[in-house]
């Protein structure tokens, strides 16, 4: 810690503390506080539960390596307060010949998977944490791959009998007890897993009493990977994470770095880049809902949710070539003009989608089975969903009205009329009637926009250190083309600072923050994937229903394997 | 008067023939890819158009193996363990760039292409694969079962040829 003078923030909660324990940091993009590790679980015990702050929603916990300084990590902690509507960054520095800091599991639940990567890619241990073990990567995988003296390319190999077998225990149970039991293991490689899941579970007749759940199987390393290549080469790699909704990833990097140059898109490209977050929103909730259905038996509806989504897919594939991984924005725009026929192609949309969703709705909202497999399943109150730091549909199901569209809008959101559907049930059958809600309220945001007109003007701004001049004039002025060979082969030169920004992802608040250290390349990115702390909470939500139940709550949550993990 | 109408074959065409018209999928979805898998089989593209529809999700009923997806050093041993339970003759396609080489990740966790694991018959290039791509995947399977057919009926062949002469030198 630097020595600095005693901070004259007026909250009292900062005076109750020793002095220079907590540091208001000057300059950033939103309030960010240097807090000494000593103070850390009574300081984020204060900033939860006091009246002035009531900070309620741990968003993202995440590690930084500085190994040219004293203390090399740094612990980043993103905090929300939903009824103050505040935001606040905490940032606790760790040495690194003793790299340990308390574990906030007991303040906030969310905090315990974003614990377990943190140590996992970074060694910060976390004291008091019940199960520190390595989250993502597997389990003969030795070094903490997210220093930035771990090689990107460093491999380790996992053999069969290393595999790591869990056996949860009941609570009040014994090992001796578990002999009654039956444990059975669900994944990774299961249709009702979606891929890459695991689960672990320890049965009373059918009932799960206990259950553990494993993560990893699609860690790609997106991290590691965005620290390796320029500025604008980490688009692809966005769209990869929540890919049912690859643009809105796209949107939200690109927004990230928009921010920390201090640019804007232009108008059209703001345009198109609502229109079609809107559209890639859809998608997500069809393939969500579709596949939900699916797992409770209703096929028919997985085919009438599928033609929608497919037909998106020309639309996408008319703007940027590519069906799934669109890639089609651009730091300050978009990667091509739209098609000619851009409008009238979203109108013929908006006006085949409804027939889908009504059938789909006809087909199951009074379907008794449909009701008895969802109806009081894998309920959570809005209160205890907010502390394991859920987002998006899921919480808005449990009755709390959070969307980053309406609280902080960014693009065109503020200009245009829509609705928050929120219900109070908290279980799946309310996610999926959230969700198909969102869908009718952001066919409404779509229609208003094409009616506005498509801003004329530029797709991308004229920047020539942002923006790649057009192709004839790289073929024939000299000026030109240096910019364009500058900026191929060292990229956008981003100058230093960080950033911390948040669009509404389908399944919820998805933000990237951002550091640059002005090399060229970005120093640390840190996705906060909505469905992470979405999925930390499914042990809670199965045990103690059948093994059905989990089956279909895990269909209701939308976990999308590219994004939890990365 | 079909029902009194005859042909004439041998039994491994007639093997051939089923077989190749007939797959029975095993979906290994992972990621990106399964998700176009998903279009593939889906109303639009119908897969079962070629005689691809019968999805089984356990490797005991199924002979092709489709990797979809990124495989992680995690994953590794499960999807080592799923293909060694499956029933013989079997073949593996290998869907887009991940899982043929690892595609552009190149990281410490990511398996630079299924076959440092397990054989793969057909290799679908893209990120992922358009589901027309994944089509002429499937189709060039069904060839190359032809081929190797032929191959080996050539092979029994020529064996036997060599054995007749063997014995009528002695």
């Known amino acids: 810690m630097p020595t600095v003078p005693p901070p004259t923030a007026p909250l009292p909660l900062l005076d109750r ?3 220079g324990s907590v540091v208001p940091e000057e300059g950033c993009d939103q309030e960010t506080w240097i807090v000494h590790r000593e103070v850390l679980a009574d300081l984020a015990l204060a900033l939860r539960d006091d009246a002035e702050n009531r900070f309620d929603l741990l968003l993202d916990l995440c590690g930084v390596d500085y190994p040219e300084r004293d203390e090399r990590f740094e612990a980043v902690y993103h905090l929300c307060s939903l009824p103050l509507d505040r935001r606040l960054r905490l940032k606790v520095p760790v040495p690194e010949d003793d790299p340990v800091l308390p574990s906030l599991i007991g303040v906030w639940k969310a905090a315990n998977w974003f614990e377990r990567e943190a140590w996992d890619m970074f060694g910060i241990r976390f004291e008091g944490h019940p199960n520190l073990r390595r989250l993502l990567t597997h389990e003969a995988f030795e070094g903490h791959p997210l220093r930035k003296d771990y090689d990107p390319a460093r491999r380790w190999i996992l053999p069969q009998e290393k595999v790591y077998k869990p056996l949860p225990v009941p609570e009040g149970e014994t090992d001796e007890d578990i002999f009654e039991r039956m444990t059975i293991n669900i994944g990774p490689s299961h249709p009702a897993m979606h891929g890459t899941f695991r689960v672990v579970a320890t049965l009373d007749g059918e009932r799960i009493v206990a259950s553990e759940v494993e993560i990893g199987y699609l860690h790609r390393c997106f991290e590691k990977m965005s620290e390796t290549h320029t500025w604008q080469q980490v688009i692809p790699y966005t769209d990869r994470l929540n890919y049912c909704s690859s643009f809105i990833n796209n949107v939200a990097y690109c927004r990230a770095v928009e921010g920390l140059l201090g640019i804007e898109a232009p108008p059209r490209a703001v345009w198109a880049r609502t229109i079609l977050s809107e559209f890639s929103r859809i998608m997500d909730h069809c393939v969500c809902n579709g596949s939900t259905l699916v797992d409770a038996g209703a096929l028919t509806n997985f085919w009438y949710l599928f033609q929608p989504r497919e ?20 730091i300050g725009g978009l990667a091509a003009d739209l098609p000619p026929d851009f409008v009238a192609r979203s109108r013929v949309l908006l006006d085949s989608i409804p027939e889908f969703i009504d059938d789909v709705d006809r087909l199951v909202l009074k379907n008794r089975i449909w009701l008895d497999r969802s109806v009081g399943v894998a309920a959570i109150s809005g209160e205890e969903a907010v502390n394991w730091g859920w987002t998006g549909p899921c919480l808005r199901a449990s009755g709390v009205a959070s969307d980053v569209r309406r609280d902080h809008p960014y693009d065109l959101y503020d200009t245009v009329d829509f609705e928050v559907p929120v219900l109070h049930g908290g279980d799946v059958f309310d996610r999926f009637r959230v969700r198909m809600a969102e869908i009718r309220q952001s066919l409404s945001i779509i229609r208003q926009l094409l009616d506005r007109g498509m801003p004329e003007g530029p797709y991308i701004v004229s920047d020539p250190h942002v923006a790649l001049p057009p192709k004839d004039a790289a073929y ?33 608040e998805l933000g990237f923050y951002v550091i640059s250290d002005g090399s060229g390349k970005p120093y640390r990115i840190k996705v906060r994937p909505p469905c992470f702390p979405i999925f930390s909470t499914f042990s809670r939500l199965i045990n103690g229903g059948t093994v059905s139940d989990a089956v279909v709550s895990l269909g209701g949550l939308n976990v999308i394997a590219g994004e939890l993990e990365r | 008067m079909i029902g009194e109408s005859w042909m004439t074959t041998t039994f491994g065409k007639l093997e051939e023939w089923a077989q190749k018209n007939s797959f029975w999928p095993l979906p290994f979805g992972t990621a990106c890819c399964a998700i176009e898998f998903m279009s593939t089989v889906s109303s639009h593209y119908d897969v079962a158009r070629f005689g691809y529809e019968v999805v089984r999700f356990s490797p005991r009923q199924s002979d092709v193996m489709i990797v979809a997806g990124t495989i992680t050093d995690k994953m590794a041993p499960v999807m080592k363990r799923i293909y060694d339970q499956m029933p013989d003759p079997k073949w593996v396609i290998s869907m887009g760039a991940c899982a043929c080489s690892g595609g552009f990740y190149r990281a410490y ?16 290039p893209g990120c992922p694969p358009s589901p027309e791509g994944l089509i002429y995947g499937i189709l060039q399977l069904k060839e190359k079962i032809r081929r190797d057919r032929q191959k080996r009926r050539k092979g029994a062949n020529a064996d036997r040829a060599a054995a007749d002469g063997s014995i009528a030198a002695a």
Do not use: W
């Open chain 1, 476 to 508: 024939n002025q000299m000026e030109a083309m240096i910019y364009h060979f500058k900026l191929i082969m060292d990229g956008i030169q981003v100058p230093p600072g960080e950033i911390y920004s948040m669009v509404e992802g389908a399944n919820g």
């Open chain 2, 109 to 124: 966790h990511v398996m630079q292409g299924i076959d440092e694991v397990i054989p793969v018959d057909v290799y679908v």
């Open chain 1, 311 to 330: 037909e998106i897919y020309g639309l996408l594939e008319a703007c940027s070539g590519a069906r799934l991984t669109v890639s089609y924005c651009r």
């Open chain 1, 17 to 19: 503390l020793p002095a």
